[in-house]
């Protein structure tokens, strides 16, 4: 079966614009989590969404925000971007919340000039 | 605050068994072990789990101490496609609770001709 599929693939936005990041989960899955990769800080928690609630959120600023719809595709927004927001934004599908495996896209590179 | 405490670097002849230990001193009672691993430029990818029984599936064993505070990630037969920074990660398993993965700065495995 398909696996998660994140787009775009690339982006490249300049400072206070916003930007809209898609995630398709696994067929079936119905969490889907979002996790940003920066040099700096590695891996970090975003949210966690299941049927179409946020179920937790990270350590990040309201700038940051998600949904989720009926089909579990969801997307991130990430309003009045900054330089630090540039990363790479990967999402991770999976059957259940307490799932044992996740299943991560190739993710999403973000750059902001 | 980081929970697993991992080497940032080893090196592994390919062909040789690599033997990854993760600390993680503080795991509570209903916390799993997982082991994720993220080749260059993609998504993290699940390897296994475990409790407190030492399991093993296709691609690895993982072998944790009695005491539960130690494990240890063991790939029989490294290959060059295993170089990856690999993640030893600990999260509740079921029940109530977040299942959020938090990731530390890994190991680094660069698997050598």
């Known amino acids: 079966k398909a696996g998660v599929t994140q787009t775009p693939r690339y982006l490249i936005k300049t400072r206070g614009q916003q930007v809209t990041l898609s995630c398709s989960p696994i067929s079936g899955h119905r969490s889907v989590s979002w996790y940003q990769q920066t040099p700096g800080q590695g891996l970090q928690f975003l949210f966690e969404?299941?049927?179409?609630?946020?179920?937790n959120k990270g350590n990040f600023p309201g700038r940051f925000s998600g949904r989720q719809f009926s089909n579990s595709r969801s997307e991130m927004n990430v309003s009045t971007l900054e330089l630090g927001d540039s990363a790479l934004y990967l999402c991770?599908?999976?059957?259940?919340?307490?799932?044992?495996?996740?299943?991560f896209g190739p993710g999403t590179r973000l750059t902001v000039t | 605050d980081a929970k697993t405490t991992q080497p940032p670097s080893m090196d592994c002849a390919e062909g040789r068994a690599a033997n990854l230990p993760c600390n993680h001193s503080?795991?509570?009672?209903?916390?799993?072990v997982y082991w994720y691993r993220q080749i260059h430029s993609q998504g993290p990818q699940y390897i296994i789990h475990g409790l407190k029984n030492n399991e093993t599936n296709e691609m690895a064993s993982l072998i944790i101490t009695e005491d539960r505070k130690s494990s240890t990630l063991i790939l029989p037969h490294a290959t060059l496609r295993d170089t990856a920074v690999y993640y030893c990660i600990v999260r509740v398993g079921s029940g109530a609770g977040s299942y959020q993965l938090t990731f530390g700065k890994g190991t680094k495995l660069s698997v050598i001709p």
């Open positions: 503080t795991i509570s009672g209903n916390e799993y």
């Open positions: 991770a599908s999976s059957l259940l919340r307490d799932s044992y495996e996740q299943y």
């Open positions: 969404y299941f049927s179409e609630t946020q179920r």
